[in-house]
């Protein structure tokens, strides 16, 4: 099993340009997550899905937009880039309930 | 918010020495989680404590749990270069699996 994928590894971006972050897991996983990883601020979560077809909020979802058509995909939307949204990008997946989590390698990115 | 509070931020001992940090969060929780992240990569699950219980281990890991503090610890013992690397606590906050909220890290460096 290749666990979570993550692509691209990183991105640079000009102020205003639109992207999609991609996320796949192979472990037919219900529940993924988006967070974001700033220095010294840990993790916070972004959006997070329990299912196809279902999303929720996080912590931080403003400018940020999920869909979860398939239980292997939740790709990541940045609508229109931001300085401010230059960070680390995790993608995770776990078991239905489970609170361990599975995360991919991250995406670097940054805005200009 | 950041649920969890790490200390210290950072942390340098000698190989084979026994490397100590600790957690502290603010609300009740059912569970606490350890992951540990190398330079460049995802997070890395380590081990889960429930609110029910207060010591667990793991291999060199011990990991304590005080609930009426809302505190806990994460020993690693007989360090050593490979143990170099982010720690982070990440509680559920009575929120579910989904909504994990971790702390800021504390930085452990081995030296040889």
């Known amino acids: 099993n290749a666990g979570v994928t993550q692509t691209p590894k990183f991105q640079v971006l000009k102020t205003g340009q639109s992207m999609t972050l991609q996320c796949a897991q192979d472990?037919?996983?219900?529940?993924m997550s988006w967070y974001r990883q700033d220095p010294g601020m840990g993790l916070r979560l972004i959006h997070y899905s329990v299912g196809a077809g279902i999303t929720d909020q996080g912590e931080v979802p403003n400018g940020y937009n999920v869909s979860r058509s398939t239980t292997e995909d939740f790709p990541l939307r940045l609508l229109s880039a931001a300085p401010s949204q230059t960070s680390v990008y995790f993608c995770?997946?776990?078991?239905?309930?489970?609170?361990?989590?599975?995360f991919g390698a991250g995406t670097r990115l940054s805005v200009l | 918010s950041q649920q969890g509070e790490e200390d210290p931020q950072a942390l340098s001992i000698q190989e084979g020495e026994n490397a100590t940090m600790n957690c502290s969060y603010k609300t009740s929780i059912n569970n606490l989680q350890w992951y540990r992240q190398n330079s460049g990569r995802g997070l890395v699950h380590l081990i889960l404590i429930r609110s029910n219980e207060r010591e667990k281990h793991s291999g060199r890991l011990r990991v304590t749990l005080d609930t009426s503090k809302k505190s806990s610890s994460l020993l690693i013992t007989a360090s050593r270069a490979a143990d170099t690397a982010s720690y982070f606590c990440a509680t559920d906050a009575l929120q579910g699996a989904q909504k994990l909220v971790f702390g800021q890290g504390t930085r452990l460096t081995i030296n040889p």
């Open positions: 472990m037919n996983h219900e529940y």
């Open positions: 995770a997946s776990s078991l239905q309930g489970a609170y361990i989590q599975y």
